[in-house]
């Protein structure tokens, strides 16, 4: 079963944050940058497989928090279309101090 999650950050240290992710999970997100995504931000995987997005949680355009629901949230990390959201929530929440799980949405 296909699964979203999103992970946040209470700071907003997006480099720290960054740093934290490749070595808990053993991969290298790439740099990119987008308005629409809050400016910088880093990525990996396409959207048609599993694949990540962590950025800071502010939408540039009306300067409001992109998730609404996570004012306080300083950065956050989607994990898209992935069928092992048990197996990276264990791996995250347990190698990131300060990372939690703030919704899991699943899709048949």
């Keep these: 079963m296909r699964t979203d999650d999103l992970y946040g950050f209470k700071h907003d240290n997006l480099e720290a944050?960054?740093?934290?992710?490749?070595?808990a999970l053993g991969i290298r997100l790439v740099?990119?940058?987008?308005?629409?995504?809050?400016?910088d931000y880093y990525r990996l995987g396409s959207m048609c497989e599993e694949h990540f997005i962590l950025r800071r949680n502010i939408d540039l355009l009306d300067n409001e928090p992109a998730e609404r629901e996570f004012p306080e949230t300083g950065i956050l990390l989607y994990?898209?279309?992935t069928e092992r959201s048990e197996e990276l929530e264990q791996i995250l929440t347990t190698r990131i101090a300060g990372l939690?799980?703030?919704?899991?949405k699943k899709f048949d």
């Design 79 to 81: 994990v898209e279309g």
């Design 100 to 104: 939690s799980l703030l919704r899991r």
């Design 17 to 23: 944050a960054r740093v934290a992710v490749e070595r």
């Design 31 to 39: 740099a990119h940058e987008s308005l629409y995504l809050g400016g």
